[in-house]
């Protein structure tokens, strides 16, 4: 598997069962991967998306902790402690993004690697045991970063990509992480590393999930990305 290649390490257990999907919205499970620095392994699990730390009292708390700013992630009381010790991986063959075209449009882009192969997302992961002890809940947060200079005429925000070798090791070392390991894993990709294309607008309810959201958009809403050039459409 690609991802025993990318960390240099076997897969812990058995591998959970795929399925594919097209839309997945907060609340849902992700694919998330792990370092077990006991058994020096990948664990590869299902979480959920939403971050519940592990002092919450009630779920609900998850609808506004899908994303996990990276400028904040040592100062936030619901950040601090999954930074420290719940450092994850979120596997996606991409995501999408919405481009505002004026106040009441908006105009969903498919984001992904022009080679196909997954990204690999940071997350921030914790275990709540104390909503229902006899069922702990494990859920996860996608890190967020400002976009580069290409992806900004989409939006000014995108997931923090994880795109060498020093940025996984770094990001799934154990305990906290040094400035200096901060400064290795805050490295954009390349301006290549991306493709972006518009989407239908069926991606904008969750209640879709087929290859239908992955259907040709609107290519005129590239012809308003500003002066730092249009994001290439693949289609």
């Known amino acids: 598997m690609w991802l025993q290649g990318l960390l240099g390490g076997p897969l812990l257990g058995e591998l959970p069962a795929f399925q594919p999907r097209y839309n997945i919205a907060p609340s849902q499970p992700v694919l998330a991967a792990s370092w077990d620095h006991q058994r020096q392994g990948i664990r590869l699990e299902y979480l959920r998306w939403g971050l519940v730390p592990s002092w919450a009292d009630n779920p609900a708390i998850a609808h506004r902790l899908s994303n996990a700013r990276w400028e904040t992630l040592s100062e936030k009381p619901s950040f601090r402690e999954p930074f420290r010790c719940g450092r994850c991986l979120v596997l996606a063959d991409g995501y999408y993004e919405w481009q505002a075209m004026d106040r009441r449009r908006k105009q969903a882009f498919w984001i992904h690697r022009p080679d196909e192969a997954p990204l690999v997302m940071a997350g921030i992961s914790a275990c709540n045991q104390r909503i229902d002890p006899q069922h702990p809940l494990r859920t996860v947060a996608i890190v967020t970063c400002p976009s580069t200079p290409t992806l900004s005429a989409i939006h000014p925000r995108m997931p923090l990509i994880l795109h060498t070798h ?55 809403a590239l012809r308003s990305t500003g002066n730092d050039g249009p994001v290439v459409p693949d289609i």
Request: with cysteine.
């Open 166 to 220: 020093q940025q996984l090791a770094s990001w799934l070392a154990e305990g906290s992480l040094a400035s200096d390991l901060c400064e290795k894993i805050f490295q954009p990709p390349p301006l290549d590393y991306f493709n972006a294309r518009p989407v239908s607008d069926r991606v904008n309810r969750p209640v879709h999930d087929d290859p239908a959201c992955l259907g040709p958009g609107m290519p005129s």
